[in-house]
């Protein structure tokens, strides 16, 4: 059975780094997009990041000068480097990663900055 782990969420303060990862395991196969999604206290769910099976990596307008998607090293793992971070960033991050059109959702990690 399919699952993800996610890693990285926690406390920052304004101005600081966090790395987020995600790693699916229990698939043989690879993951056609990988990316992640927030969701702020009293908002609604939005993208932040998708990366292609090509590499080929979109970050939202409002957040690529601060955050980056990659893929990491191991089969079907995703990074998200965050810098700079606002206290309006504090969410709960979501990973999704999508094989053979299916969409598979992480739990998600908090992310809280807060001085």
């Known amino acids: 059975q399919l699952q993800l782990v996610e890693s990285g969420g926690g406390l920052a303060q304004p101005g600081g780094s966090l790395t987020l990862s995600c790693a699916a395991s229990?698939?043989?196969?690879?993951?056609?997009?990988m990316g992640w999604y927030r969701q702020a206290p009293g908002k609604q769910r939005e993208l932040v990041a998708i990366?292609?099976?090509?590499?080929?990596?979109t970050t939202v307008n409002s957040m690529k000068d601060r955050f980056t998607v990659s893929r990491g090293d191991a089969k079907n793992t995703v990074l998200l480097q965050m810098n700079r971070l606002r206290p309006e960033d504090t969410a709960v991050y979501s990973c999704?990663?999508?094989?053979?059109?299916?969409?598979?959702w992480g739990k998600g990690t908090l992310v809280t900055i807060s001085s």
């Open positions: 999704l990663i999508i094989i053979r059109g299916v969409n598979h």
């Open positions: 229990g698939t043989d196969f690879s993951a056609n997009a």
């Open positions: 990366i292609n099976e090509e590499g080929i990596a």
